[in-house]
């Protein structure tokens, strides 16, 4: 197996180490300012489809709150008119609601009173 391989001169060795360096120091800058391009290329598409994301998450939050905010008014609407049309079943049926929760929560805190001979303990 024969290499071709051309060496300068024993008196031009150290010039040649010397160009080899500059030109490996010079492909290794290249290479880093490439990495480092193509690094901030991927961090700005990272960044730009962050923010795209960002803006469809708030459109579609702002979207959701208007949709509740209009439903919540129509509900309003429909609730005023139907106590407009039906008053009496309304109020009697809030009577019943009343009473109903005023018997439940009497009966749960009624406590039965000590007699005399209790409270007195004779």
């Not at 109903?100 to 406590?111: E, K």
Request: net charge negative.
């Amino acid at each position: 197996m024969s290499t071709d391989l051309h060496l300068p001169p024993l008196d031009q060795l150290p010039q040649a180490a010397k160009d080899m360096a500059v030109q490996a120091t010079h492909a290794a800058k290249e290479a880093a300012q490439r990495g480092y391009d193509a690094a901030k290329d991927a961090a700005q598409r990272g960044l730009d489809a962050t923010k795209d994301a960002a803006q469809h998450a708030s459109q579609a939050a702002k979207d959701i709150y208007q949709s509740a905010a209009t439903r919540a008014e129509d509900t309003l609407v429909q609730s005023k008119q139907y106590v407009r049309e039906n008053p009496l079943p309304v109020v009697l049926g809030a009577f019943t609601l009343g009473l109903t929760l005023g018997c439940m929560l009497g009966l749960s805190h009624h406590h039965q009173e000590p007699t005399l001979r209790e409270r007195f303990h004779w």
